[in-house]
């Protein structure tokens, strides 16, 4: 895709009736289509990652900062919209918003600027089951499509939509989750989705035009302002203490007890064992479940165990 017009008259094509589509763009086309959770961590970690989330939602006392409802699923879809790994993958139904996050500045974990094609996704929405309710704890392997009521205005101004991953693999012949092209080859037996490539020459000058005729750009879509900001400190440390619980939940010797209540609480099986390898987390683990059973105040030792006072630290 040389151009913008060129993909506009192209979805014009494909997308007759609104609402069929939805799209998804990813600054290398060579990323497999995954949702976060399973790009950092193996399944069996995933699982303990979100029964921890959701073991955040359970508790009054804790304060779940914009979000005014106890249903697992849109706490998660928040968690995924503030940078905490979930296993929904972001959908929008805006074929511009999807060329932005195509074309966008991504830094690898060396700080190196990607530097690949992009590639920007068309998924018919026909191809799937939609997500409901009472489904979210389901023993399913299928991707469900999730259109969620969640009024959140950076949700909002993406258009989005998401992908639930199913909790169990494909087969039993594995532990590990699947891609979506693992998933429509060997279950559906069919494609409902088409791959555009983003030349990595263009983008920059796509980025540019997307800003001066569309208003598409960084603080469009994140919005940067004081109600986003102050969304983003107070997930921040949602995603440090879950993903301190992760690595070190899988390294505790007395671990495999609260990774069987893990596995119950996220609906899953078939997956491997911890590592027989342990270190003594239990009282790492215990301060950061229990830690006052509240957020910590700004003057307090920071919950990540850095030393330094939660304002001069995760409250930032």
Known sequence: MNSITELLQYSYKINPNSGTLLFRGQANHEWP???????????????IMEAFLLYILDIESIKKPHIYTNQPIEFLAMSQHYDIPTRLLDLTDKILTALYFACENIYDEKGNKIENDGALYVIKKEGFNKFKLNEFREKTSEPLLVETNLINPRINSQSGSFLLWGALP????????????NYCENVLKAIPIEKIIIPKEKKESFLIELNEKYGINNDSMYLNNDFAKKAEKDYRIFKKASSIITHEM??????????????????????????????PFAKLIEEIINYDKHL??????????SGRKYKKCCGQ
């Open 250 to 279: 899988t390294n505790w010797e007395h671990g495999k007890s609260l990774f069987k209540m893990s596995m119950n609480l996220a609906g899953c099986s078939n997956l491997q064992g911890l590592p027989e390898n342990a270190g």
């Open 296 to 305: 910590v105040g700004r003057n307090d030792p920071c919950i990540c165990r």
């Open 33 to 47: 289509i995954i949702p976060s959770i399973h790009r950092r961590f193996e399944r069996y970690q995933a699982v």
């Open 170 to 181: 494909l087969n039993s012949e594995t532990t590990e989750t699947y891609t979506l092209e």
